[in-house]
Every structure is written in C-alpha cells, then in structure tokens.
C-alpha cells in the first residue's frame, strides 16, 4: 500500500517519518489500533468502502501526528524567526530537567512571550509549552523503560517538582499513569 499528494512530505515530516527514521515510537497504540480497525472495517461496505478507508487513513495519519513521541524538528536557519524558534528547541532541550517556564525561555532568547507562542502556533504548529510538556514526557518515557528510578525521582529529573502534577500531566500526554506505562514496557 502506498498513498501520493502534494502535502504527503509535510504530512511525513510532522509525523516524525523519513528515510532516515522510518520507525516511529507511540505513546497511544489503541487510538491508532482502532483506526486501522476502521480501515479494515470499511472492506464491509461496498458503496462508501473507498470513501471510509480514506477517511480512516487521515484519522491514522492524525492520531500518528498527535501520539508520535516527539524529535526535534527541522527548522531552517534562514531567517529570524526560525533562530528563535531553534533557539527555544535548545533552551528546552538543555533545560528541561528543571521547572523552566516559557517566560524564562522567551528572557533568555530576547523576545516576548507572546511573540514566542505565536512564532511556535505558526512554524510548529504547536505551542512551547505543549512542546515543553511531550519532551519532557518523552524523557520520563525513557527513564521509565530503562531505569529503576522512583515515578517521584523520574518527575523530578524532567522538571516536575510535585510527583503527583507529573502523574496527572503524564496520564493525560499518555493515556496511562507512569506506574503502568513502566510496568507495560518491562523496565529493568
């Protein structure tokens, strides 16, 4: 199966998919699962078979967008706004281990807050803070599959200050408490 279109390399790339990493990690299988069940189930209709598939397929390609852990995207030196947005990238990627705030990034790159938001909304599609939170799930999904660090020890080391905030935040980024997901993954 394979599918074509003009905004498939955007579609890919927000994805996290490319010939460089043709495999992507996801933090909700079941939402993905059933969209596939979706596109198997339209077999069963004749008339709209077509038409189902292809919507089940976009649902796939959201809920892939959405659940996929994230990489650092590729910003373009090119101008200002991309070095800013670099810019904070790195400043959470170096900081995110302490309980950082978007006001401190958008201090440390010279520029307002809002003004960050609203470069990240329109480059990145997403906000710093959402993209604050999943690095730092990211990482805590990591230290849960290959550590035997406490869930207190592992919220502290991605910035959470409070064990039981980063359960909450964790659970609703996941769809599983961290306890869960680390028994689920078989952490050493």
């Given at each position: 199966m394979s599918f074509n279109?003009?905004?498939?390399?955007?579609?890919?790339?927000?994805?996290?998919?490319?010939e460089k990493t043709p495999i992507l990690n996801c933090q909700n299988s079941k939402q993905i699962e059933?969209?596939?069940?979706?596109?198997?189930?339209?077999?069963?209709?004749?008339?709209?078979a077509d038409l189902q598939a292809i919507s089940g397929f976009y649902s796939l390609l959201g809920a892939l967008c959405d659940h996929s852990l994230p990489q650092p995207p590729?910003?373009?030196?090119?101008?200002?706004?991309?070095?800013?947005?670099?810019q904070a990238i790195e400043y959470i990627e170096?900081?995110?281990?302490r309980p950082i705030t978007i006001e401190e990034i958008s201090n440390h790159?010279?520029?307002?807050?809002?003004?960050?938001?609203?470069?990240?909304n329109e480059r990145m599609d997403n906000s710093p803070k959402n993209y604050l939170i999943?690095?730092?799930?990211?990482?805590?999904?990591q230290l849960l599959k290959q550590s035997?660090?406490?869930?207190?020890?592992?919220?502290?080391?991605?910035?959470y200050t409070d064990a039981l905030v980063f359960s909450k935040?964790?659970?609703?980024?996941?769809?599983?408490?961290?306890?869960k997901y680390r028994n689920t993954h078989n952490a050493t």
């Open positions: 279109g003009e905004h498939v390399p955007e579609y890919l790339e927000r994805i996290g998919l490319s059933t969209c596939f069940d979706y596109i198997l189930e339209s077999a069963k209709h004749p008339k709209s590729k910003v373009k030196a090119s101008n200002r706004q991309s070095d800013y947005i670099r170096t900081n995110y281990s790159i010279g520029i307002n807050r809002k003004y960050l938001t609203k470069l990240f999943h690095y730092r799930i990211d990482k805590a999904c035997t660090l406490s869930i207190k020890e592992i919220s502290h080391s991605v910035g935040i964790f659970k609703k980024v996941t769809g599983t408490c961290p306890r």
